[in-house]
């Protein structure tokens, strides 16, 4: 069992930083790659970043790549999302979601992930 909380989110401008945190706790060793996905009101559930825990592939969804980053700190068991040059269309309610079983590397399928946090929510206004 892995559980994952999300912190960092907040109301912002557009074109400012906002820095996600997700801290995993109870059987972490098993996790092998980290997401992000969001969700606007509306929506469905769309990809963000991953990254992998134990290697350095990482993966971005092309509306993100260039202004967000994934990063981890494996002692801290904690993945970060940095985001730049926040748009309004990156409102939304942001989940950590982890995967703890097999080697496939889909970072971009929700089905792949064991574990989700219970979302943090960002909000981009003008």
């Known amino acids: 069992q892995v559980q994952l909380v999300e912190s960092g989110g907040g109301l912002v401008q557009v074109g400012d930083s906002l820095r996600l945190s997700c801290a995993a706790s109870?059987?972490?060793?098993?996790?092998?790659?980290m997401g992000w996905f969001r969700q606007a009101p509306g929506k469905e559930r769309e990809f963000v970043a991953a990254?992998?825990?134990?290697?350095?592939?990482?993966a971005y969804a092309d509306s993100v790549k260039g202004r967000f980053t994934i990063s981890r700190d494996n002692p801290k068991n904690t993945v970060y999302l940095q985001m730049n040059s926040l748009k309004p269309e990156d409102t939304a309610v942001y989940y950590c979601?982890?995967?703890?079983?097999?080697?496939?590397?889909?970072?971009?399928?929700?089905?792949?992930?064991?574990?989700w946090g219970q979302g943090t929510q960002v909000t981009v206004s003008s």
């Open positions: 990254i992998h825990w134990s290697g350095g592939n990482t």
């Open positions: 109870g059987r972490t060793f098993s996790t092998n790659t």
């Open positions: 979601a982890a995967k703890a079983y097999g080697s496939s590397w889909y970072p971009s399928e929700q089905y792949q992930y064991d574990y």
